[in-house]
């Protein structure tokens, strides 16, 4: 990594620069005033509460600088010992966070803000430094794609439980007139009940449209992780790329077409995007994409925006759809990624909410375990169980 750096950037010269702004904090050495057991006695400084985040703390001291590392043990990840002034004092990521950790609290709080403040400097200074990291961790692809999965799916899952409430409000507001029980005639019923139930039914579509929206917004983020998984994005270029990307590329690259029912959900959840949601999320005009009306002698006439850039305007175009329909085919597509050929990938990232890691998608990790829904299985839980040993710092 050091040597693609060393071609964008003189890595010497930026050494030497934040070394001079850090002064006079120097690698601790034979000379530095230390007590005794100063490592299992050091005092956490309220200081260190203002570092910057801990990796590009690590990075600044361990990559850039060359300081010394202490290594892991138990509930510490790193420890940096550092001489200030000629005394010690640690810079460690505990499983409690970063922190500047001090012989005495009462006596050196002064100079753990000083300290502080001079690597809140030398970080600002070294940011092309941490630009090119970011770079090269890309393209070598030794990553973990954040995955929000879960959090996406629940949007969706609680606009869908709003809708269907709605759904059952409006068959209500449309009860049958019941002269026993009514002391008003059934002309003023039927028109109450009829503000009503276009109040109703206008809600109940704007809920369709909000579900549906949020049902696209989550399977753009999963076909993603999905497509790691199935080994068809295996580098943070490519999953970078195709996440700009369009959702019909995201959908082949995560389902494999040519089984009869992924077909039939590509292609109908293509052209209720086209119907639907390309239209409202850029301008809201309408359903069928009716923006303007002509005058004719037989009344207004919609004309249509067709999205296409040869024939952008039309007096035919795409049908309406059915609010009910639609929204149980998005639930009947869910169903699908549980129980299809995705089924692995899904309990991986919905059921456990790891994020998933490119070294695994290039070392044939993953394409092992998706075989089957029971190795996949095994797999999490280990998985699962490494990443809450390094959250809780117990190697």
Known sequence: ?????????????????????????????????????????AERSEAGAKLPQYYLVYFLFAELLKFKNLGNFEKIAWSFPIDYKGKAFLVEYRKFGLGIFVQDIKEDEIAAREITGLINRAVTKAKPFYDLLAENAVKSSKLNITNRSAELYYRY?????????????????????????????????????????????????????????????WTEHIFIH??????????????????????????????????????KFYNELLLIRQQLRNFVAHGSFGKEGNAFSFHSKTGAVPVLLTNKNDNRYSLTGMLSFDDDKVVKF?????????????????????????PTILTYA????????SEDLELMTEFTYRLMEMFDNAANMDW
Not at 18 to 31: A, H, M, R, T, Y
Not at 237 to 257: F, N, P
Not at 330 to 347: I, R, S
Not at 362 to 369: F, Q
């Open 330 to 354: 998005t639930e009947d597509f869910v169903q699908y990624l549980k129980t299809g050929q995705c089924a692995p990938a899904f309990y991986y990232l919905m059921e456990c909410g790891l």
């Open 226 to 263: 999905i497509a790691i998984i199935n080994g068809n994005l295996k580098t943070g270029e490519e999953v970078a790329q195709l996440s700009g990307g369009y959702w019909k590329d995201k959908y082949i690259k995560a389902i494999k077409l040519g089984e009869p029912k992924a077909d």
């Open 157 to 217: 899952e609680y606009l869908v439980k709003l809708y269907n409430e709605q759904a059952a409000e409006l068959i209500r507001a449309k009860g049958a007139f019941d002269p026993k029980a009514s002391v008003i005639s059934k002309a003023l019923y039927d028109g109450i009940h009829s503000a009503e139930s276009h109040s109703f039914q206008q809600q109940k579509n704007w809920l369709a449209i909000s579900a549906i929206e949020a049902f696209f917004s």
């Open 362 to 369: 290039n070392d044939g990790t993953y394409a092992r375990y």
């Open 1 to 41: 990594m050091q040597k693609e750096i060393k071609t964008a950037i003189d890595i010497d010269k930026l050494r030497i620069e934040v070394l001079k702004i850090l002064e006079p904090i120097n690698q601790s050495d034979g000379n530095t005033s230390a007590k005794k057991d100063f490592l299992f006695s």
